[in-house]
């Protein structure tokens, strides 16, 4: 009997979502690239040469991120993403946590010069991409603000101080991430029950278009 | 003062390091020096055996 290997991955019961939903929106699908940084995340390669990272410390540093967010001030935490999939998720989720939205180019300047108009201090910097948002990352390192990274398998650790392991270019992938941590974030607070769910969906999370 | 988690050598003032509390635990400052979170360098809690990043 043919059986689908993604799914031989020991998964506990402890996801945060049904491993169906996570494995349909390849949240744990990575690139043809491994860097030896994300050696620890990968839990194997595919025939096809696609590296899997692992969807149970995908899980857990989702949880760990989020206790880590809920003991800050959500107002200063700036969210990031150049890239297009990333916009309405991060959208969303400031939106829904009350963190600040840096979609698109980042204006170089933005944390380290005073004298700019749109100058903001952050207190911790989650980005979508350390690749993409390298701008953001080089900044937030010069000013010692905490940055949380949603990683690929192509990605470095450099100058991140939390990985999240995940696929961090796929749309629905995305939308899943900000998603479980805004709710994870709502559970730490205490502003949602254990098993209560969000007023919004992930679908209201995803990128259209 | 205050000392790097991963190399144990004096934060100065100058570098671009970074302090947080624990990720996991919260219950412990961590200094992370300029060089070791360039090179992603592991750190680990002591409170709660949290290792990042
Ligand atoms: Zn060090
Ligand atoms: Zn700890």
């Not at chain 1, 935490?77 to 840096?102: L, N, T």
């Not at chain 1, 995305?174 to 998603?179: E, N, P, R, Y």
């Not at chain 2, 635990?25 to 409170?47: H, N, Q, V």
Request: proline share 5%; net charge positive.
């Amino acid at each position: 009997m043919e059986s689908n290997v993604d799914t031989q991955q020991q998964i506990s019961e402890t996801l945060l979502l049904p491993q169906e939903v996570l494995l349909s929106a390849g949240v744990h699908i990575g690139t043809r690239v491994k860097t030896k940084d994300m050696e620890p995340f990968i839990y194997k390669v595919r025939p096809d040469g696609l590296y899997v990272l692992d969807m149970e410390k995908m899980n857990d540093r989702i949880k760990i991120a989020s206790k880590f967010l809920s003991r800050m001030n959500l107002s200063k935490v700036v969210v990031a993403s150049s890239k297009r999939y990333g916009r309405s998720p991060v959208e969303m989720f400031c939106k829904v946590i009350g963190c600040k939205p840096m979609t698109g180019r980042f204006t170089s300047g933005t944390f380290t010069n005073p004298a700019y108009s749109d100058f903001f201090e952050p207190t911790a910097v989650i980005v979508t991409d350390s690749l993409a948002d390298d701008q953001i990352v080089e900044e937030a390192s010069q000013c010692g603000v905490p940055v949380i990274a949603l990683a690929s398998t192509d990605n470095s650790k450099m100058n991140a101080d939390l990985i999240i392991p995940m696929n961090n270019k796929g749309r629905r992938a995305l939308a899943i991430a900000f998603w479980l941590i805004a709710k994870e974030i709502l559970k730490e607070k205490n502003e949602l029950p254990a098993n209560g769910e969000m007023r919004y969906s992930i679908d209201d999370f995803e990128t259209n278009g | 003062m205050s000392t790097c988690i991963s190399c144990g050598r004096k934060v100065t003032p100058e570098e671009k390091a970074v302090k947080m509390t624990c990720p996991n635990c919260g219950g412990i400052t961590i200094w992370r020096c300029e060089k070791c979170r360039l090179f992603g360098r592991t750190y680990r809690c002591p409170a709660c055996g949290f290792t990042g990043p």
